[in-house]
Nanobody, 120 residues
């Protein structure tokens, strides 16, 4: 069984910063790409940032220059550093990862989500 657990969501003022974490645990052999998505009320879930196991990254245009995705492969953890936050960044943030389990199964897993609210 593999689990992804996010943390770090909070209420923050516009212009502030937050760091989200997502830790994978369970019967993991290896982790390939890891991603952060977000979903605001009434909107579809959108890709925010992604990182390969080699460290290559890509970002949604709306967060380029403000958000940074990184990972610690030794800890099976992906991070999202969010700076210069705007009210439109308010959403539930989800991580997902492509994981090869110890039983040889390759699947995409999702975390439960963490709420980020940007408001004065």
């Amino acid at each position: 069984q593999v689990q992804l657990v996010e943390s770090g969501g909070d209420l923050v003022q516009p212009g502030g910063s937050l760091r989200l974490s997502c830790a994978a645990s369970g019967s993991i052999f290896s982790i390939n790409a890891m991603r952060w998505y977000r979903q605001a009320p009434g909107n579809e879930r959108e890709l925010v940032a992604a990182i390969t196991n080699g460290g290559s990254t890509n970002y949604a245009d709306s967060v380029k220059g403000r958000f940074t995705i990184s990972r610690d492969n030794a800890k099976n953890t992906v991070y999202l550093q969010m700076n210069s936050l705007k009210p439109e960044d308010t959403a539930v943030y989800y991580c997902n990862a492509d994981i090869l389990s110890s039983n040889g199964r390759n699947s995409r897993y999702w975390g439960q989500g963490t709420q980020v609210t940007v408001s004065s």
